[in-house]
């Protein structure tokens, strides 16, 4: 009996693949690459959930290029040896546009194979060096890679005119490598305009964090980068109004939190972060909020959003070019134009990272986070935008 | 030298605190040479009846010294209570069974504190009112210590100058004494042991609630795993000064706070655990019983 059903299940599936088959000068179809099994797949499903929302709503329009988008999607787990043969599939299958991978170590081996014979936009792969080593030109991404964040506290530490700057850690890996990145874009500055006088790690929910800030004290930072969660970070706020030293705290998303203030009280005043935009306030977001709930029950996830700008602004670049296969001019699209996405108007640079102003610099004011705003400031140059920590 | 006093008032401030919990441990060990590991929970649960009774009583009109104090007071009769009933369900029935039976008992009481109060309170941070008053301390000590850890002393130094008088000059105090000597000869001597030995967890308890009300005031912050940490640490200044000594416990904490203080300022932060510890292998290798400790012969 179970061999009759799995007779069955082989016949419908080879009806629905040779109906596709049929079906396939009307349709356009695209890769989706991602974790869709194993302990990642919240991963890859918040991304397909995003991929899946952007293509029903472009063939509710009427599709690109006159044609229904059709999504191939291949499992990687993200896996970088099952990362190889998914794209293997993909590329086999003769698709030029990509959207995927999920993680950074398979979005790397999966480039290997497309070796660019795809235009590949991530929409979760945030390692550095997968834009910033110029092996791939036809990849972008919608997420801020690793670094931005430190990129935004070293332009606000030059906009705010530090002098020395103190960079204290949890020794967490998100503490650690925020740190890190910070200090090497500091190092990096043309000119050595800003001093590290201490770099140092912290050990956590310590009795107390005198000792550390006397150090911070005696090294006249006038400027302490904090990396590390909200916790911590507002016992070293308190240490140092209690100590009365002088130093602008500054810290991440891991301190850009209500709790962060509520901790901190009085001490959280005047506090800068850097932190992520808050896309789901718009009209369009709340709409691509209703359709998730509508279909599915798992929560949306946190690449939703980036997952959506993503396909918007490849089916924008697809629709002006006019083909999918020429990857050059699909490329130019992507680097000129603005395109409106859920994530508002969006381009990608020429390493394929995204331009906009997704994190942003807040400030304690009043007991609040208040977006900090822009001032006329020398912007990073552009010499500093890889470092290698 | 200015960086230098702001450390050396630093590392005071830390071995104060780790001071004022040692001590449960150590007076424990001292009377049934049992590691009460749940002394830390102690401490933990002192500092959330703090901030609880602290908000209460401020809302009822209580400020400055008479809060602060009030606290402290209704904290370590909580605690008071806590360290009795600990010893009650977890050790007692315990007493003369093999040394290890009591050790994970301990551990089993330490982690149903924790998550009773992760589950009965909060698994966030709490923040914790400024219970220290704005005193007017003279220009020369607020160089180089905050009021708080000003208060963290001297709260700490008046503490151990009533334990000792305790220890010393009362007929309990000599009891413990004698128990922690010999509890056979002491209970053949018309000593009620199960009363001292309750006793020494009740005032250990209570010290801890002092060190739990003053942290809580230094960090402004609580949560429920605070105990885990800084007992962990006492425990360490206990053993550094000699498990079972009361004077011992004292200088151990405070070598641990100053090794600690100093090594975050003129060595690194990163490296204060490792420098702190390393003290400790130092010093047992050099006196395997503490620096205060009796030296013991163990019978083979």
Redesign the interface.
């Known amino acids: 009996m179970p061999k009759f059903f799995a007779v069955l299940a082989a016949l419908c599936i080879s009806v629905l693949s040779s109906g596709a088959l049929e079906a396939q000068e009307e349709t356009l179809k695209i890769g989706f690459g991602g974790a869709l099994q194993g302990n990642l797949a919240t991963y890859g499903r918040s991304n397909l959930f995003g991929i899946e929302y952007a293509v029903n709503l472009i063939n509710a329009k009427g599709g690109l290029l006159g044609k229904q988008v059709e999504l191939v999607k291949e499992d990687d787990s993200c896996d970088p040896s099952l990362a190889t043969s998914a794209a293997n599939k993909l590329k086999s299958a003769g698709l030029t546009l990509i959207l995927g991978h999920t993680c950074s170590g398979a979005t790397r081996s999966a480039l290997s194979v497309y070796a660019n014979s795809a235009i590949v936009i991530s929409s979760s792969a945030t390692e550095n060096s997968l834009t910033f080593d110029g092996l791939n030109p036809y990849f972008f991404r919608t997420t801020p890679y690793d670094s931005t964040q430190s990129k935004l506290q070293t332009d606000l530490i030059l906009r705010l005119g530090s002098k020395k700057v103190a960079i204290?850690h949890d020794?967490s890996d998100y503490g650690k490598s925020l740190a890190d990145f910070t200090a090497a874009y500091i190092r990096e500055l043309p000119g050595k305009p800003v001093e590290i006088v201490l770099e140092?790690?912290?050990?956590t929910?310590?009795?107390?964090y005198?000792?550390?800030i006397?150090?911070v004290?005696?090294s006249e930072a006038d400027t302490l980068v904090w990396g590390g969660y909200y916790?911590d970070g507002?016992?070293i706020a308190?240490s140092l109004r209690?100590?009365g030293v002088t130093a602008r705290l500054i810290g991440a998303d891991g301190l850009r939190d209500n709790?962060f203030i509520?901790?901190?009280?009085p001490a959280a005043e005047g506090v800068f972060a850097t932190g992520q935009m808050d896309f789901s306030a718009s009209e369009e977001a709340r709409a691509a909020i209703a359709d998730h709930r509508s279909r599915h029950k798992d929560e949306m996830g946190t690449y939703f959003f980036y997952a959506i700008a993503a396909a918007q602004s490849l089916f924008a670049a697809v629709e002006k070019t006019g083909n999918a296969t020429d990857l050059n001019a699909i490329k130019k699209h992507l680097n000129e134009d603005t395109v409106d996405t859920i994530m508002g108007p969006v381009r990608y640079d020429q390493n394929g990272d995204i331009i906009g102003a997704f994190f942003k610099v807040y400030r304690v004011q009043n007991g609040e986070y208040v977006e900090y705003g822009e001032t006329a400031a020398p912007a990073l140059p552009e010499a500093a935008a890889a470092p290698a920590p | 030298m200015?960086?230098f006093l702001?450390?050396l008032?630093?590392?005071l401030?830390?071995g104060s605190?780790?001071a004022l919990i040692a001590l449960g441990y150590t007076m424990v060990y001292g009377i049934i040479a049992v590691i009460n590991f749940a002394h830390g929970e102690i401490y933990m649960i002192s500092a959330f009846t703090a901030l609880i009774f602290g908000s209460i009583l401020s809302s009822v009109g209580l400020a400055g010294w008479g809060l602060l104090f009030a606290v402290i007071a209704v904290s370590a009769l909580y605690a008071a209570m806590y360290g009795w009933t600990v010893e009650k369900i977890a050790y007692k029935p315990l007493r003369g069974s093999s040394r290890l039976a009591p050790l994970i008992s301990a551990i089993g009481m330490s982690l149903f504190l924790q998550n009773f109060v992760l589950l009965a309170q909060t698994p966030?941070?709490l923040?914790f009112p400024a219970l220290v008053p704005d005193v007017p301390f003279p220009a020369i000590l607020t160089r180089h210590a905050?009021?708080?850890?000003i208060v963290i002393i001297l709260v700490t130094a008046a503490s151990m100058a009533l334990l000792t008088l305790f220890i010393k000059k009362t007929r309990m105090g000599t009891a413990m004494r004698a128990v922690s000597q010999d509890l056979e000869m002491a209970r053949l001597s018309g000593v009620d042991t199960d009363k001292i030995i309750s006793f020494t967890f009740i005032t250990g308890s209570v010290l801890a609630a002092v060190g739990g009300v003053l942290?809580g005031c230094?960090?402004?912050?609580i949560?429920f795993?605070?105990g885990f940490?800084?007992g962990m640490?006492a425990f360490t200044a206990a053993v550094l000064g000699g498990i079972g000594s009361v004077p011992g416990a004292v200088i151990g904490a405070l070598i641990l706070g100053f090794a600690?203080?100093?090594a975050?300022?003129y060595i690194?932060?990163?490296y204060?655990?490792v420098v702190a510890f390393a003290f400790l292998i130092l010093i047992l290798i050099f006196k395997p019983d503490g620096v205060m400790g009796a030296a013991t012969t163990h019978k083979v």
Do not use: C, H, W
Request: net charge negative; charged share 25%.
């Open positions: 204290l020794k140092e790690g912290v050990t929910n310590q009795v107390s005198d000792s550390v006397s150090a004290k005696n916790s507002s016992k308190i209690e100590k709790q509520l901790l901190a009280g | 200015d960086f702001d450390l008032v630093g590392g401030t830390k605190i780790y966030n941070y923040p905050s009021d708080t850890q942290i230094g960090m402004r912050q949560d795993y605070i940490l800084a640490k600690e203080s100093f975050a300022g690194s932060s990163s204060e655990d």
